[in-house]
């Protein structure tokens, strides 16, 4: 069965300083892989996703940025952080198989808090 | 994708079948009716969906209308586990982003 991981599942961090979020899928290949961001009461919000190895595609113009350096690993980063950057993080898959729904699957979130 | 429509909060017993409305009047014939749930802190889990048949797997089932504009969400027996925030969405087999809306919030209780 296919299993989802993503850490630091909580992180303080100062405005200005950098982030570096990880995720990796375990069980499947070449998934489609997503980072959403789920602010305080509010729905979420697609911020990148990746259909393969160096393959990203950009949502949201933001100082976020992602990074697929192997198939299962998605990196979600940031170079200074801003207060609007708290969120909670949610990294997601799916495997796309033609003729049958591409269902997308989450990981247990990162809790972001930028002070 | 369409627009779908829930109550805000609904309460049930434990024990009892827990039915979960949800409304998508302007849903297109290429689009999926999903089922979430989140529960406080966690990432969203799957729960089910479906196109135009009724749907059925071990956590719940899906009852869609003939005409599709509305769907049904049944926990037959609920537990103080699944309380948590429902979401109903309308994917496009296409899309990517899942744009979920304020959903429903569960609560059961014994």
């Known amino acids: 069965s296919q299993t989802i991981h993503q850490w630091p599942a909580t992180l303080v961090q100062p405005v200005g300083s950098p982030l570096s979020l990880e995720c990796t899928v375990e069980?499947?290949?070449?998934?489609?892989l997503y980072w959403y961001r789920q602010a305080a009461g509010r729905g979420l919000q697609l911020l990148f996703y990746?259909?393969?190895?160096?393959?990203i595609s950009s949502e949201v113009p933001q100082n976020l940025s992602a990074s697929r350096p192997q198939d299962r690993q998605f990196i979600l980063s940031s170079k200074k952080l801003l207060l609007s950057d708290s969120g909670f993080y949610l990294c997601?898959?799916?495997?796309?198989?033609?003729?049958?729904?591409?269902?997308?699957?989450f990981g247990p979130g990162t809790r972001l808090t930028v002070l | 994708d369409a627009k779908t429509t829930q109550p805000t909060s609904m309460d049930c017993a434990e024990g009892r079948a827990a039915n979960l409305p949800c409304n998508h009047s302007?849903?297109?014939?290429?689009?999926?009716v999903y089922w979430y749930r989140q529960i406080h802190s966690q990432g969203p889990q799957y729960i089910i969906h479906?196109?135009?048949n009724n749907e059925t797997n071990e956590m719940a089932s899906l009852i869609i209308t003939e005409d599709r504009k509305s769907s049904t969400l049944i926990l037959p027996h609920a537990t103080l586990r699944d309380t948590a925030v429902y979401y109903c969405?309308?994917?496009?087999?296409?899309?990517?982003?899942?744009?979920f809306g304020k959903g429903t919030t569960l609560s059961v209780s014994s």
């Open positions: 069980g499947t290949s070449n998934p489609n």
């Open positions: 479906g196109l135009k």
């Open positions: 997601a898959w799916s495997k796309f198989r033609r003729g049958s729904q591409d269902t997308q699957y």
């Open positions: 969405i309308a994917v496009n087999q296409a899309g990517t982003a899942l744009i």
């Open positions: 302007t849903i297109s014939g290429n689009e999926y």
């Open positions: 990746s259909v393969g190895i160096g393959q």
